[in-house]
């Protein structure tokens, strides 16, 4: 083991001690008690004998060492002791600081939430409002468009009433032309509005081929009916020209004598 190796354990062995707390105190208080006689020795221009001299003399007593002992025993035993009973003593203070702390920090946030609950309630109410704007709005749109609506529709009915008017009046006028026919032909009964009205629908609802051959069944030429096809047949049952018998066969109704008579009619002023 070489010089410098002993040097350095010395070193490592005095730097474990000095972090032991008594050491480290005792160091302290030490330098701190014996000030006087270090600066001496490390400032003073006066000889090293006359140094060690004055030290020796004035500083190397029993106080030198008791004192800086006794202020780290005190410091390293004492001190904890009475931190503690410090800490101890005002664990109900930094109780009663950290309850305030909280009690601040819950206060707050109380705030904010009941500002926040506002600013929620506002913000519903002016959605709110607006809500009810748009729906006012629309209703009256509604409205006026229902207006709008009804007299459109009113316009309609005023001009279908007018047109209807108009038909009923051509309608009358074709079966007033035809009424003198109708009772010229010798019916022989007296002839109201709804058979004239029936005559004529009628009349009017068979096609020409349809009306010859009413004039074959009206006649009653057996061999003519025969060759007339089932849906002229049909369409003279389903207008009350015919009516068919107990035995089956056919015979012609009061108004199919009345369309008969208008089939004449018009055959007549045909030619």
């Excluded at 060690?52 to 106080?63: M, S």
């Excluded at 074709?174 to 003198?180: K, L």
């Amino acid at each position: 083991m070489t010089i410098a190796d002993l040097i350095k354990d010395f070193i490592d062995t005095s730097k474990e001690r000095l972090k032991t707390p008594i050491s480290g105190a005792f160091l302290w208080s030490f330098i701190v008690y014996n000030w006087r006689p270090i600066f001496l020795m490390l400032f003073s221009d006066a000889p090293i004998e006359d140094k060690i001299t004055v030290i020796n003399y004035e500083y190397c007593n029993f106080w030198a060492l008791f004192f800086p002992f006794f202020i780290a025993l005190f410091y390293s035993l004492l001190v904890p002791k009475l931190m503690l009973n410090i800490d101890k003593a005002l664990v109900e203070t930094k109780q009663e600081r950290v309850d305030n702390n909280y009690n601040a920090k819950e206060h707050e946030m109380t705030r904010k939430i009941d500002l926040a609950r506002q600013d929620f309630l506002l913000k519903n109410v002016q959605s709110g409002s607006k809500e009810i704007d748009d729906l006012l709005s629309q209703i009256e749109s509604l409205k006026e468009t229902n207006s709008q609506i009804t007299i459109a529709n009113q316009n309609t009915i005023d001009q279908l009433n007018i047109a209807l008017k108009k038909a009923n009046d051509s309608l009358v006028g074709f079966v007033g032309q035809d009424e003198n026919k109708i009772k010229g032909k010798g019916i022989g009964k007296k002839v109201d509005s709804t058979f004239q009205f029936n005559a004529f629908f009628a009349f009017n609802n068979l096609t020409y081929i349809e009306k010859e051959g009413f004039k074959v069944v009206r006649n009653g030429d057996k061999v003519g009916i025969t060759k007339l096809p089932n849906s002229a047949l049909t369409k003279y049952l389903s207008e009350d020209l015919i009516k068919v018998n107990g035995t089956g066969s056919y015979f012609v109704t009061d108004l199919g004598e009345a369309v008969y008579e208008l089939i004449i009619s018009q055959d007549d002023e045909n030619t």
